[in-house]
């Protein structure tokens, strides 16, 4: 089992819909749940950060965590072409000295 | 957000060579430091993490004598790539954190790595 699951994809929505990513991980440990958006050719980027059961919204994005299903997900409202990217989910135990897994990424295309 | 820069943005080198990545934290203090790899269409794998003045923690798989980490500041940490071979070639990225709770991880630019 992979530490860190998600669907490649790729994802497809028209522009103006909602995406809805999702993540699983195996580690119950984990404390901290990042989501990070990666165009090709560059580095990661941070989006999302969620360390609590329940929504956290951030502008058009939501992070929610279920910590008993061990299940994390981002919705993107209003999706835009320019949010056409491979999306990362990332877990991490805590304590900013640990390492953080990440998952292979869905690749989102935002149709216009 | 904290920044993360990293240099070269891009290395094209002999069989053989060796390849030194520099990766600074310009505006905080860096106690961990971590250095990624990434092939085209995979995730990123952890190669180690570096904590300042001590020898760096290298993930299953991974050669110390080949992936030369240092981390000899709180600002600083090289990845030097020792006689580097085409299998090698990837997209090495680093990331910095903080030592609190729930700090986040800061990228790098990244370093596109291609051995001829």
């Known amino acids: 089992q992979k530490e860190v699951e998600q669907n490649s994809g790729p994802l497809s929505v028209p522009e103006g819909a909602i995406a809805s990513l999702n993540c699983t991980y195996s580690?119950?440990?984990?404390?901290?749940f990042f989501w990070y958006r990666q165009y090709s050719g560059k580095s990661p980027e941070l989006i999302m950060s969620?360390?609590?059961?329940g929504d956290k919204e951030d502008g058009r994005f939501t992070a929610q965590l279920n910590k008993a299903s061990q299940y994390v997900s981002l919705l993107i409202r209003d999706s835009q072409p320019s949010d056409s990217a491979t999306y990362l989910c990332?877990?991490?135990?805590?304590?900013?000295?640990?390492?953080?897994?990440f998952g292979i990424g869905t690749k989102l295309q935002v149709i216009p | 957000g904290a920044v993360v820069s990293q240099h070269p943005s891009r290395v094209i080198c002999k069989s053989g060579t060796s390849v030194k990545i520099e990766c600074r934290s310009l505006d905080f203090q860096a106690t961990t430091m971590f250095w990624y790899r990434q092939f085209p269409k995979q995730s990123l794998m952890l190669m180690a993490t570096s904590n300042e003045g001590s020898k760096a923690t290298y993930e299953q798989g991974v050669e110390k004598d080949k992936f030369l980490i240092n981390h000899a500041s709180l600002t600083l940490s090289t990845l030097t790539v020792t006689s580097a071979h085409p299998e090698d070639s990837s997209f090495y990225i680093c990331?910095?954190?903080?030592?609190?709770?729930?700090?986040?991880?800061?990228f790098g630019s990244g370093t596109q790595l291609s051995v001829l």
């Open positions: 969620i360390y609590s059961n």
């Open positions: 580690d119950r440990g984990s404390q901290s």
């Open positions: 990331s910095a954190s903080r030592r609190a709770a729930n700090e986040k991880l800061f």
């Open positions: 990332a877990v991490r135990r805590s304590g900013g000295y640990q390492k953080v897994t």
